[in-house]
């Protein structure tokens, strides 16, 4: 098994305040400080990688803005855009890491959002139209500042669409929109090929929520997956999930985002597992007596 990146160490609050604070004496006046502060707790801490690293905590804890740091440090290629911020680059530049020289070429960070982009690239292949994600976000934001006013039940339709518009994220208007005209194979089943087509043999790979759309047999193909590509072909990942399937995947190194100092912890310990253990737990008859038997629970 294999790993090319092995640490990441995110600058001290010291450091951070520092260098903010330099920065933005040399800019105009910004509001958003993105990522500065979003890890206060952290005091120069280090995660230490593994051929499989796991990234857990709840919404806020820092998953993707992590992902995306060592992404952006190491140079890897990647699809969807994200949140760089006026001062990301400044905060990039104060993290360090070790082995980025022993990245192979062709590493790349892969995102749930990238999987919607490739059903949109679907649907728009099935309809023989160019329908991009951008034309449907420019309209978001246009029925958002609309006017609209019903005159005739001819306008219902339309201004169903301003209400949701007004009411959704764009990105939840657009999946409105075109996410459910999408044909072919299932979006579980198309999520699961998106991965599993994209990781070759001996490359690092950022994963931002894979589990996102599959199902739960499919996030346990998708963690068998995983941890083959690690043990036989020389791969590295580095996943940030909640899935309890990719959270056990054998031989992964675990960290909580949400504890401080951060530091690996058995995946059994951690809040949402015991969650999921106890509710199972509670209703194990009711289990057992519309299932297969004991079989299913060894």
């Not at 260098?19 to 500065?36: G, I, S, W």
């Not at 580095?238 to 992964?252: C, D």
Request: aromatic share 12%; charged share 25%.
């Amino acid at each position: 098994m294999k790993a090319y990146l092995t640490r990441f160490t995110i600058p001290s609050k010291a450091t951070q305040e520092a260098a903010l604070e330099q920065a933005v004496n040399n800019r105009t006046c910004y509001k958003n400080l993105y990522p500065f502060h979003v890890f206060p707790s952290w005091e120069g801490e280090s995660l230490t990688f593994g051929p499989i690293t796991v990234l857990y905590g709840g919404n806020g804890s820092g998953k993707s803005t992590l992902l995306n740091l060592i992404g952006d440090k190491v140079g890897l290629a990647r699809r969807s855009p994200y949140n760089r911020a006026a001062f990301f680059r400044d905060f990039v530049e104060l993290c360090r890491c070790q082995g980025a020289e022993r990245v192979p070429q062709g590493s790349q960070v892969l995102t749930s959002d990238d999987v919607f982009d490739d059903l949109l690239d679907l649907r728009s292949l099935n309809d023989g139209i160019d329908l991009a994600r951008g034309e449907l976000l420019g309209e978001y934001r246009s029925l958002r500042e609309s006017g609209f006013q019903l005159k005739s039940l001819e306008d219902y339709d339309q201004l169903k669409r301003v209400i949701a518009a007004k009411r959704k994220s764009g990105s939840a208007f657009v999946r409105q929109e075109v996410g459910v005209n999408i044909r072919g194979k299932s979006n579980g089943e198309t999520s699961f090929h998106y991965f599993t087509n994209r990781i070759t043999e001996g490359r690092l790979y950022l994963l931002d929520e894979p589990e996102n759309s599959l199902s739960a047999a499919y996030q346990r193909e998708l963690a068998r997956f995983l941890e083959d590509s690690a043990r036989f072909y020389r791969c590295q990942f580095i996943v940030a999930t909640h899935s309890p399937f990719l959270l056990a995947m054998k031989g992964a190194v675990v960290y909580n985002l949400d504890e401080s100092p951060i530091a690996p912890c058995p995946w059994q310990e951690l809040p949402a597992v015991r969650a999921w253990y106890a509710f199972f737990r509670a209703h194990r008859e009711e289990l057992e007596a519309h299932g297969k038997g004991e079989g299913e629970w060894t």
